[in-house]
């Protein structure tokens, strides 16, 4: 049991073909994807056992706390005593999620500095439902954006670093994925206020099929989610350092581009009942990035997760993650200078 955990802790690193050390300059930013801790619409039955969140991320918690900035994707609402139930064109692809709203004190003891907003659940309770969710977020000290009435926030870091950050996602009430325009102006004001800037977006067709970053629209549902591959691009052209995707609930490569990290998904990562944990929907990288005060990227490391509907998130000893996101990489992008490595693990004799 020991060596394992050793080997889970220490986990993989991906490294660019020139990767440095890190320094007291490098900033650590860790970044997991799609959290939904239950929801008790349309029951309580979807909450876990009395109605206790603490237990779905107890095994990652050191890891999420072990970083300069803790990133993650909110997929769903804090709904408080608001049942505004959005309406939906086809219920049978229809999900509304509505968390407690104490169970965000499990994303603070988990260490969570910055939340995306921007996806298709943020409105499952109207605006009422956004209105709490930015009030339960602010109050327990989790920036947010993504949505017009909060479009960027800022962190400020207790080294004087400023992160900047924003989220996209072509989602009503959000900043639209499509809209580049509007991509360089929040990234505009953010240079001015931030030394790194952190763009994350949802966008992608969703589940099993869609592993692949395919470089063109995708549509899905009848809606437009984006160019990620073209959006992403522009974003680190227009100014922003690293680039976090989430949306189609499965792990997708990674990519440097002009020295800058790219993660095109990063899957479900605590998302307790309600949600497809089949194959590669049910894995998802916790991955820790490593950039200078500039936002260029020196190196990563990724610990590989799986999920069991009833018990949350564990440690895959199986690296299934790792080698997933592996194999896409080098099939989506061949030209990437990011070389994935597994380091060698030297048993404690003692």
Known sequence: MKKLLLRNLLIVAICCFNCIGYSQDTISIVAVGDIMLGTLYPSIKYLPPNNDC?????EVNHILNDADV??????GTFCGDTLQVKKCKNPKVCYRFCMPDHFVNCLKDAGFDLMSIANNHIYDFGYSGLKNTMKVLSEAGIKYAGVVSHPWDTLHLPSGIVIGFTAFSPNRGTLNINNYDLLRS???TLEKLSDIIIVSFHG???????????REQEIFLGEKRGNVYEFAH???D??????????PHVPRAFELYKDKFIAYSLGNFATYKRFNLSGPNGIAPIVKIYVDTTGKFLKAEIT????????????????????LIEQLTKEDFPETPLKFHIPQVIPNKN
Do not use: C, W
């Not at 992608?204 to 692949?212: D, N, Q």
């Not at 799986?306 to 998130?313: L, R």
């Open 238 to 247: 227009f100014g922003a350092d690293v680039v976090i995707g989430h949306g």
């Open 54 to 58: 603490s237990f779905l991320m107890a």
């Open 186 to 188: 929040v990234i505009d």
């Open 234 to 236: 522009k974003a680190i």
């Open 304 to 323: 590989s997760i799986y999920q069991d509907e009833d018990t949350g998130v564990h440690i895959d000893s199986l690296d299934r993650a790792f080698k």
């Open 70 to 75: 803790t990133f993650g994707n909110l997929e």
């Open 204 to 214: 992608g067709a969703e589940g099993s099929k869609y592993t692949h970053v395919p």
